[in-house]
């Protein structure tokens, strides 16, 4: 077994997938109604391109993007209206956040013959130390370190500060680590950047169109399928 297991957290350890789509969708119409527009189509379609932009780049902050959208149409966002926006919107996604039914069974386990640790990208909320993880206060007994990349001076992942970061702190090299994240961009390429080997996981009960790569990562669709990987990737 590898020293270390090292885990992304939404879409990995716990699913947000249907409060983020929530939450979007409550901002796209709280945005399309303070802008006072007609056309919804050009509207979204301007959305969507700006958001995609911003997530390209690794910065995930909703009232940025918003005011971005504002600044389009020639409008500047009232900072009060954003920090509304921004407050309902991660209420919703908090609301709806839930634990994979087999991620404490697995980290318990897992925990037994390795070191585990978590590296997540911040969310771009107002005030630090607010990131979903704080949500389950069960889960910190299983992590010797966890990373919240995009604080503290750390760049968000893709890039490979908070994986070496991460690794530094647990006091041990890539290549005695694995790291187990559902983002190709952001987690199995960041990951291997940073010389580690990554498992991506395409979570089963998750609705989502996964990228075709030309390159392979090994894949599971539950995180209890780690432990078939005990012969192969997780070997030291």
Known sequence: MK?????????????SARGFRTAEKEAEAE????????????????????????????????SALWARVCEHYGTEAAPAFLEECEESYWDTVQNQTFLF????????????????????????????GKHRISLFPDLDRFFRVVVVAGEAGIPAKP?????????ER???????????????????CGARNAGI????????????????????????TS???LFDLENTILCE
Request: glycine share 4%; hydrophobic share 40%; proline share 5%.
């Open 223 to 225: 995180l209890d399928r």
């Open 101 to 128: 039914p087999e991620t404490l069974d697995t980290l318990e386990k897992l925990s037994l013959a390795c070191r585990l640790a978590l590296i997540t990208n911040t969310q771009g909320q107002k005030n630090t």
């Open 159 to 167: 890039d490979p500060s908070p994986f070496l970061v991460c690794l």
């Open 31 to 62: 945005l399309f109604s303070y802008l006072r527009l007609t056309s919804w189509d050009d509207f979204i379609l301007l959305y969507r391109k700006v958001r995609k932009a911003f997530h390209e780049r690794s910065d995930f902050s909703r």
């Open 170 to 188: 647990l006091g041990i090299e890539p290549s005695e680590a694995v790291y187990v994240g559902d983002d190709w961009r952001i987690d199995i």
């Open 197 to 220: 080997d990554p498992v991506w996981l395409q979570h089963r009960s998750v609705t989502r169109s996964w990228p075709d790569v030309v390159e392979s990562a090994p894949v599971i």
């Open 3 to 15: 020293k270390a297991v090292i885990f992304d957290f939404g879409q990995t350890l716990a699913d």
